[in-house]
């Protein structure tokens, strides 16, 4: 059977095009979806062909710990939209950063990463890389000052999150970038909540860009990943070894979803986008409502920085409301659309009270830092018509105490 396989230079398509064919790589059979190659090992021709696999003068799938080709398709297209050399993918997004930051460092090196980060990114830059002689250090992510402070010593490794989870805080990439480079440490980007369509952190200086793909990358709840990026010398010589013989591989059927969602992506960020912001909009007129975050918002306090690093304000609003948790919980259980989650990138409206869940652990000290208050929701905005959203949103916070008539109290 032959196949009318015809090669485009993937660097002549628009981004959208390039989701959809990039990576494609068709079997013989001439599939129109790429192929789900549900297998954990590879045959040879001959005891001679996996002798020089083995030896690598030959290449040859050899067991899906290493690679296999729904993989590799996954992620050729992720290298594709990021403008990344290279991209490995893994089970999970915490899979990606740990095997980030594991394979890069060793015992005696430094890292500084930005106080708002994913909860478990926090544990494993605060908890675990100490008990292996890591020393950790971190910083207010807006505060150059406190970066260049930091970075005034040698140090190895930058770990940063821009928009930040939850208050939506920017970073100055460019910036610390420059700081980083110059104390001799590679900087990492978690781009969840931008998206690569929305923020390329390797156009302001990033070194490594990581993913949680099973947030928007999926954007329908269905399965975890993770992906890495970087130059092709740091991917094969630095994090593959680690990855190839610790074993956090990535199941080909997952990566089959993750290369189907891919194909959707610009049109659910763009249509997420747009309901987000009509809500910060919406949420900021409510008189219920004290503050709105949302990253292209003229009212957030870094907005000329976010509109410098991102085309778009993403998919994720955060508001607070006066009254504490007490109120927020009231909000939170009147939902009748909005779903009450801890995820977030999903198809479906989710709402979390940070400070009880995903922030439960780092503790009030930490959180008041952050400014996570009491009254702190974060609402992840999918695909339902924002006009339903408002209107559940509307139901949700009426009769609640005003911010005018809880500052009269
Ligand atoms: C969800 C998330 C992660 C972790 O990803 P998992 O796929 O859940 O392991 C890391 N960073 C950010 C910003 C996230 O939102």
Known sequence: MTTTHKTIDPSKLRPATRLVHGGVHRSAHGETAEALYLTSGYVYDSAEQAEATFAGTVEHYQYSRFANPTITMLEERLALIEGAEACRTTATGMAAVHATMLSHLKTGDRVVASRALFGSCHWIVSTLLPRYGI??????????DQWR???SRPAQLVLLETPSNPMLEMVDMKAVA???????????????????LLQQPMKFGADV??????KHIDGQGRVLGGAVLASRKWINDTLQPFIRNTGPALSPFNAWLLLKGLETLPLRIDAGCRSAFAIADFLAARPEVARVWYPLRADHPQVELARAQMSGGGTVVTFEVPGGKNAAFTVMNRFQLIAVSNNLGDS????????????????????AKLGI???VIRLSVGLEDAEDLKHDLAQALKGLGTVAARAAE
Do not use: Q
Request: hydrophobic share 45%; net charge negative.
């Open 209 to 214: 860009v990581v993913y949680s793909c099973t």
């Open 373 to 375: 208050t009491d009254g």
């Open 149 to 151: 402070r930091a970075l």
């Open 348 to 367: 479906k409206s989710l709402a979390t009270h940070p400070a009880t869940t995903t922030h439960m652990r780092i503790g009030a000290e930490e959180r």
């Open 178 to 196: 420059e700081l980083a480079h110059a104390a001799g440490a590679i900087v990492v980007v978690d781009n969840v909540f931008a998206t690569p």
């Open 135 to 144: 020393i950790s250090e971190f910083v207010d992510g807006g505060d150059l």
